[in-house]
């Protein structure tokens, strides 16, 4: 999928492997960057390459939550009342510069995204399996937007920052689309039933004591810090853990290993904390999970992969 | 990153290749073996080092990331300078040479040379093959600025030391030391409280905002038929009002003159008065920001963008505030200043929406125009500084500002 993603956006290959351990780890992604960094083709590409279904919402402040979650409306010709499902009820769903619709709609979307049902007056349905949400957001812009709430973040598994691609890999860009439009023939490579299977396999991976001692003490500090008024809530515990199982199942493990964990707290870790005033105004979210990851001791490898 | 590389002891190398020459020469001359392989030992010894130099230059890497490090004064923080080598050989006798503005100094590192603005570290470092390190130094605010790394260099020796390269960045680093100003409290700020029909939730407010309803009640005699709570009323078989949240507005537009009082320079120094006045300013967008206030900052240093001269838009929160104190931070005394009375001109010509317009540093700006405000409603107040404290006056109409 990595190789196949890799001929459509070039330099991505860590944001696509970020996305398959949310899509393993049943989480949800937000992608935050200036325009043109490939965040909505990242998130087509995504769709493209999973045989399931795909829905594309692009948030405007007119964006209403019935429009996200569905409408229950009277059928003039059956005389029945019919639920008619938003764009929600899907398998991939990109949901395009979420910050431009009003909290009210972001809330509908968020709960969703939590609960992976969608309830319409009375009728309350599941979300089809596998359901991942890509979010996009443009962090340049403040006219006419609504910032996510800073404790509705955690509903995100990850938050990536997609980046300028190297001066190299912008040549390759260059010559990859000047004949052709390479998304075009993009193919399917997993099933949703395929990906289903993976989600189950990866509860298999295993953390042994230390590399749990050393989860528990970074998610610690984050509520310690002086820096840090909100830290990583246990939801975030549990996203971590999952994502980390994701993480080592993707590069063949069956356990987690430290560095799985200095790989993965910058994104998974960084946009749960909630700053303090003084904090703000000294750090950045990530630089404070570095110098975090810093301070805690790393566990020896030989205790990292007894069981 | 590109580097500029200078061979410091290119001479050493001729000499050396030189001398393997003759060397070779006068062995098959003189038909000697030990002279013969002493020549090709001294000759490959060069050729080596040459080859070694070449390679270790290309493959060192320094990512040059944009990134700005945030402190008051007093505050040290970690700066990590991570630089990768990419070769299969190691890196030995290293050394990496900074060149930083004196609004930071490095409390891990003792500086080889204080410069007037500027002081120079030089710290051994080295390298194994493939090897990406992060070396961490100690960075304290010593005043109120934007440090910048003026220079780069990384000296590279080969394992014999018979040769040495001088790598420099062609490229400006992007790291960027904000020192923030200290925050100095102005009395008074407390009593600033304008109502007006606006967002900001107060529940002893008379405004109300319409679009957001917290609640129902009872209907009552006298309550408005667009109140009714139609939905609320169906469910609950009786008649129910809407309550709406009680909201008013508040703003703050704060104009910080950096043309400085020829009087009080003689009596406080041109530098210390500056610093006071914008330590002032960042208290008041503290202030503000506490108390959950928008507000906008005029000053008159000239700038190139839509607007002539520095302007922080209209903004809340905590990262409004980071803004504001970087904008602040940047402020320079070197910087090209515009008249006061220009900037707030051109700020009359907009239609007012702050409630409150803080004056800070010297006024000589007509009169007419803060009347002109004040009959638009808002409440002009201009710092006032004494020998150690400031406090807010309120401006009155007809009055002009002493």
């Not at chain 1, 309350?124 to 991942?132: C, G, V």
């Given at each position: 999928?990595?190789?196949?993603?890799?001929?459509?956006?070039?330099?991505?290959?860590?944001?696509?492997?970020?996305?398959?351990?949310?899509?393993?780890?049943r989480?949800?992604?937000?992608?935050?960057?200036?325009?043109?960094?490939?965040?909505?083709?990242?998130?087509?590409?995504i769709?493209?390459?999973?045989a399931?279904?795909?829905?594309?919402?692009?948030?405007?402040p007119?964006?209403?939550?019935?429009?996200?979650?569905?409408?229950?409306?009277?059928n003039?010709?059956?005389?029945?009342?019919e639920?008619?499902?938003?764009?929600v009820?899907?398998?991939?769903?990109?949901?395009d510069?979420?910050?431009?619709?009003?909290?009210?709609?972001?809330?509908?979307l968020?709960?969703?995204m939590?609960e992976?049902?969608?309830?319409i007056?009375?009728?309350?349905?599941?979300?089809?399996?596998?359901?991942?949400?890509l979010?996009?957001?443009?962090?340049?812009?403040?006219h006419?937007?609504?910032?996510?709430?800073?404790?509705q973040?955690?509903?995100?598994?990850?938050?990536l920052?997609?980046?300028?691609?190297?001066?190299?890999?912008?040549?390759?860009?260059?010559?990859?689309?000047r004949n052709?439009?390479?998304?075009?023939?993009l193919k399917p490579?997993?099933?949703?039933?395929e990906?289903?299977?993976?989600?189950k396999?990866?509860?298999?991976?295993r953390?042994?004591?230390?590399?749990?001692?050393?989860i528990?003490?970074?998610?610690?500090?984050?509520?310690?810090?002086?820096?840090?008024?909100?830290?990583?809530?246990?939801r975030?515990?549990?996203a971590?853990?999952?994502?980390?199982?994701?993480?080592?199942?993707?590069?063949?493990?069956?356990?987690?290993?430290?560095?799985?964990?200095?790989?993965?707290?910058?994104?998974?870790?960084?946009?749960?904390?909630?700053?303090?005033?003084?904090?703000?105004?000294?750090?950045?979210?990530?630089?404070?999970?570095?110098?975090i990851?810093?301070?805690i001791?790393?566990?020896?490898?030989?205790?990292?992969?007894?069981? | 990153m590109?580097?500029?590389k200078?061979?410091e002891?290119?001479?050493?190398q001729?000499?050396?290749?030189?001398?393997?020459?003759?060397?070779?020469?006068?062995?098959?001359y003189?038909?000697?073996?030990?002279v013969?392989?002493?020549?090709?030992?001294?000759?490959?010894?060069?050729y080596?080092?040459?080859?070694?130099m070449?390679?270790i230059?290309?493959?060192?890497?320094?990512?040059?990331?944009?990134?700005?490090?945030?402190?008051?004064?007093g505050?040290?923080?970690?700066?990590r300078?991570?630089?990768?080598?990419?070769?299969?050989?190691?890196v030995f006798?290293?050394?990496?040479?900074?060149?930083m503005?004196?609004d930071?100094?490095?409390?891990?590192v003792?500086?080889?040379?204080?410069?007037?603005?500027?002081?120079?570290?030089?710290?051994?470092v080295?390298?194994?093959?493939?090897?990406?390190?992060?070396?961490?130094?100690?960075?304290?605010?010593v005043?109120?600025?934007?440090?910048?790394?003026l220079?780069f260099?990384?000296?590279?020796?080969?394992?014999?030391?018979?040769a040495s390269?001088?790598?420099?960045?062609?490229?400006?680093?992007?790291?960027?030391?904000?020192?923030?100003?200290?925050?100095l409290?102005?009395?008074g700020?407390?009593?600033?409280?304008?109502?007006?029909?606006?967002?900001?939730?107060i529940?002893?407010s008379?405004?109300?905002?319409h679009?957001l309803?917290?609640?129902?009640r009872?209907y009552?005699?006298g309550?408005?038929?667009?109140?009714?709570?139609w939905?609320?009323?169906?469910?609950m078989?009786?008649?129910?009002?809407?309550l709406?949240?009680?909201?008013?507005?508040?703003?703050?537009?704060?104009?910080?003159?950096?043309?400085?009082?020829?009087?009080e320079?003689?009596?406080v120094?041109?530098?210390?008065?500056?610093?006071?006045?914008?330590?002032?300013?960042?208290?008041l967008?503290?202030?503000?920001?506490?108390h959950?206030?928008?507000?906008e900052?005029?000053?008159?240093?000239?700038?190139?963008?839509?607007?002539?001269?520095?302007?922080?838009?209209?903004g809340?929160?905590?990262?409004?505030?980071?803004k504001?104190?970087e904008?602040?931070?940047?402020?320079?005394?070197?910087s090209?200043?515009?008249?006061m009375?220009r900037?707030?001109?051109?700020?009359?010509?907009?239609q007012i929406?702050?409630?409150?317009?803080?004056?800070i540093?010297?006024?000589?700006?007509?009169?007419?125009l803060?009347?002109?405000?004040?009959?638009q409603?808002?409440?002009?107040?201009?710092?006032?500084i004494?020998?150690d404290?400031?406090?807010l006056?309120?401006?009155?109409a007809r009055?002009?500002?002493?």
């Open positions: 999928m990595k190789k196949s993603i890799g001929k459509v956006l070039i330099g991505k290959e860590e944001s696509v492997e970020f996305i398959l351990v949310a899509l393993l780890a989480g949800h992604v937000l992608m935050e960057d200036v325009p043109g960094t490939g965040k909505t083709m990242l998130a087509k590409s769709a493209k390459s999973i399931g279904s795909f829905r594309r919402v692009q948030f405007t007119d964006v209403l939550p019935s429009d996200v979650t569905g409408i229950q409306y009277l003039p010709k059956t005389r029945e009342f639920t008619r499902f938003g764009p009820m899907t398998n991939v769903l990109l949901a510069e979420i910050n431009r619709a009003t909290p009210r709609t972001q809330s509908s968020l709960e969703v939590e992976r049902q969608v309830t007056d009375v009728i309350t349905n599941a979300l089809p399996d596998p359901f991942i949400v979010a996009t957001q443009n962090p340049i812009e403040s006419g937007t609504f910032p996510l709430p800073e404790a973040m955690d509903r995100f598994l990850l938050k920052n997609v980046g300028y691609p190297s001066l190299q890999e912008e040549r390759q860009m260059m010559r990859a689309y052709e439009e390479p998304i075009e023939k490579v997993f099933t949703t039933e990906i289903v299977f993976m989600q396999m990866i509860k298999e991976v953390l042994s004591e230390e590399i749990e001692e050393y528990l003490r970074i998610i610690l500090e984050t509520r310690k810090s002086k820096n840090i008024e909100v830290g990583v809530s246990p975030g515990t549990l971590f853990m999952r994502a980390l199982q994701a993480y080592a199942w993707l590069h063949g493990r069956d356990y987690v290993i430290p560095e799985d964990c200095k790989k993965l707290a910058p994104v998974v870790l960084a946009h749960r904390l909630v700053l303090s005033m003084e904090g703000e105004l000294r750090k950045t979210q990530l630089q404070i999970i570095m110098d990851l810093d301070v001791e790393v566990p020896v490898e030989s205790g990292a992969i007894n069981q | 590109i580097w500029n200078i061979m002891s290119d001479r050493s001729r000499i050396l290749q030189l001398l393997a020459v003759l060397l070779i020469i006068f062995a098959i003189g038909k000697s073996y030990l013969f392989w002493a020549g090709i030992l001294i000759g490959l010894s060069s080596f080092s040459f080859l070694y070449n390679i230059t290309r493959k060192l890497f320094y990512p040059n990331p944009k990134e700005k490090l945030r402190m008051f004064p505050d040290e923080a970690p700066w300078l991570s630089m990768s080598n990419h070769s299969r050989l190691p006798n290293a050394k990496v040479r900074l060149l503005t004196n930071v100094e490095l409390t891990n003792k500086p080889s040379e204080e410069r007037r603005n500027a002081n120079e570290y030089i710290l051994p080295s390298y194994f093959p493939k090897e990406e390190k992060s070396i961490v130094f100690n960075v304290k605010g005043k109120r600025g934007v440090a910048k790394i220079s260099e990384f000296q590279i020796s080969d394992l014999l030391s018979l390269v001088k790598m420099i960045n062609d490229r400006l680093v992007q790291t960027e030391f904000i020192v923030y100003p200290t925050l409290p102005v009395s700020v407390e009593d600033l409280f304008k109502l007006r029909h606006g967002t900001r939730p529940p002893t008379l405004h109300e905002d679009t309803v917290v609640g129902t009872d009552l005699p309550d408005s038929f667009q109140r009714i709570h939905k609320a009323s169906a469910r078989a009786e008649m129910q009002t809407k709406y949240e009680k909201t008013v507005s508040q703003s703050w537009t704060i104009c910080l003159n950096v043309i400085l009082n020829p009087k320079v003689a009596r120094g041109e530098s210390e008065l500056l610093e006071r006045q914008i330590s002032y300013t960042a208290y967008c503290q202030y503000a920001v506490q959950h206030i928008p507000f900052i005029y000053i008159n240093i000239k700038a190139m963008g839509r607007l002539p001269y520095l302007h922080l838009e209209m809340e929160g905590k990262p409004h505030l980071v504001a104190l904008l602040l931070a940047r402020v320079n005394i070197n090209i200043k515009m008249p009375f900037v707030l001109s051109l700020f009359n010509r907009q929406d702050s409630t409150v317009v803080i004056l540093g010297d006024d000589q700006t007509d009169s007419v803060y009347n002109r405000w004040i009959r409603g808002a409440n002009l107040q201009k710092v006032i004494d020998e404290t400031a406090k006056d309120r401006y009155t009055r002009s500002i002493s």
